[in-house]
């Protein structure tokens, strides 16, 4: 089953957005997810996770300006992004990691990549 990646958009640098992670046919709340973005050109990075609780990892460049979280009862895992920079723009992903890749960083190791969504920052 494919996730679904969805709620980006354009903002002006210092915005907001909350990109948001779908998964039909499937318990979100049992799985690791992994947030990724690819720019134009660009290999695809990744940006942080949420384990099978509430806790969080993220990339250096985002810290502090990123929060990933979950809704249990909507089966939903949200990304809220503040303080947009225009070197976010790119296609945001998020993904499920392999069994016995749940740490790893490396989108090779994740599957179920949905369409992703775009969020472009304006300067």
């Known amino acids: 089953v494919q996730l679904q990646a969805s709620g980006g958009g354009l903002v002006q640098a210092g915005g907001s957005l909350r990109p948001s992670c779908a998964a039909p046919g499937r318990t979100l709340s049992n799985y690791f997810v992994g947030w990724f973005r690819q720019a134009p050109g660009k290999e695809r990075e990744f940006v942080g996770r949420?384990?099978?609780?509430?806790?969080?990892y993220y990339t250096d460049s985002v810290k502090g300006r990123f929060t990933i979280s979950r809704d249990n009862a909507k089966n939903m895992v949200y990304m809220q992004m503040n303080s947009l920079k225009p070197e976010d723009t790119a296609v945001y992903y998020c993904?499920?990691?392999?069994?016995?890749?749940?740490?790893?960083?490396?989108?090779?190791?994740?599957?179920?990549w949905g369409q992703g969504t775009q969020v472009t920052v304006s300067s």
């Open positions: 993904a499920v990691p392999a069994a016995g890749k749940m740490l790893t960083t490396d989108p090779r190791f994740y599957t179920s």
């Open positions: 949420i384990m099978s609780g509430s806790s969080t």
